[in-house]
């Protein structure tokens, strides 16, 4: 079974708060994607956002 490849986005941050983001991620050890990713996952849980996934039609795609 294959793993499906994540996608990918851009984020653009006004140069402070990337030189901040790169600072905590040198210090603490992280990489900025994996953080990026695991912040979004734990707010999206905070709010409890869980969108109902379209159904499927007749054909077979959304």
Do not use: W
């Not at 402070?16 to 999206?44: M, N, V, W």
């Amino acid at each position: 079974m294959s793993k499906k490849k994540p996608t990918k986005i851009t984020v653009l941050l006004p140069d402070e708060a990337f030189d901040r983001l790169d600072s905590y991620c040198r210090e603490r050890g992280y990489k900025k994607s994996t953080l990026i990713a695991r912040l979004i996952q734990q707010y999206l849980d905070l709010e409890n956002y869980h969108p109902q996934k379209p159904a499927l039609n007749r054909f077979g795609r959304s």
